[in-house]
T-cell receptor
Framework: GDSVTQMEGPVTLSEEAFLTINCTYT??????LFWYVQYPGEGLQLLLK?????DKGSNKGFEATYRKETTSFHLEKGSVQVSDSAVYFC???????????FGEGTQLTVNP | KAGVTQTPRYLIKTRGQQVTLSCSPI?????VSWYQQTPGQGLQFLFE???????NKGNFPGRFSGRQFSNSRSEMNVSTLELGDSALYLC?????????????FGPGTRLTVT
């Protein structure tokens, strides 16, 4: 079935380091792809999205490009901050319906 | 614009009881979806509603049910609670079912079953 796979965590970085969180999806249909972030004790916040191949989503310094040839949607940020510490989820949404399929989530900790 | 609201935020119930959770979507959003989040299973889709009709249902037992009202507000019900139902229940709303529209999540209801 349709699935999303994220890199295993947790990930620990120093402030101002470069971040990459890998995400791959099964190549069925024409999904939209999303990254969500969850801070402790809160719900999910939409970080960015891409709805078709080669689209680049960006927000708050984070970027991800919809790569159909590698079925990937890796999240990147050039310089992380302590405030970026959270759990990040990659998700796909199918052509019809609102259902999201999530990856396992990646815990990011940024140390000062 | 107000975000998605969920009530109550925290709930403690006893095994065998039933519970009803409520979700108010963002104004103008007609699609509402529910997810269960647990440390072991991650985020799992429960069901989605659009214009008061259930469009899709996840792989959960019949004890889990939901409905949507004409004002797009939604409720989910869990009957005969089990310890394994302890989880964070998240509601999300979207303008429509079209895949280009993102979903916005509420803060969740933390359910603890003892």
């Amino acid at each position: 079935g349709d699935s999303v796979t994220q890199m295993e965590g947790p990930v620990t970085l120093s402030e101002e380091a470069f971040l990459t969180i890998n995400c791959t999806y099964t190549a069925t249909g024409y999904p939209s792809l999303f990254w969500y972030v969850q801070y402790p004790g809160e719900g999910l916040q939409l970080l960015l999205k891409a709805t078709k191949a080669d689209d680049k989503g960006s927000n708050k310094g984070f970027e991800a490009t919809y790569r159909k040839e590698t079925t990937s949607f890796h999240l990147e940020k050039g310089s992380v901050q302590v405030s970026d510490s959270a759990v990040y989820f990659c998700a796909r949404k199918e052509t019809s319906g609102s259902r999201l399929t999530f990856g396992e989530g990646t815990q990011l900790t940024v140390n000062p | 614009k107000a975000g998605v609201t969920q009530t109550p935020r925290y709930l403690i119930k006893t095994r065998g009881q039933q519970v009803t959770l409520s979700c108010s979507p963002i104004s103008g959003h007609r699609s509402v979806s529910w997810y269960q989040q647990t440390p072991g299973q991650g985020l799992q889709f429960l069901f989605e509603y659009f214009s008061e009709t259930q469009r899709n249902k996840g792989n959960f037992p019949g004890r889990f049910s939901g409905r949507q009202f004409s004002n797009s507000r939604s409720e989910m019900n869990v009957s005969t609670l089990e310890l394994g139902d302890s989880a964070l229940y998240l509601c999300a709303s979207s303008r429509s079912e079209d895949r280009v529209y993102e979903q916005y999540f509420g803060p969740g209801t933390r359910l603890t079953v003892t």
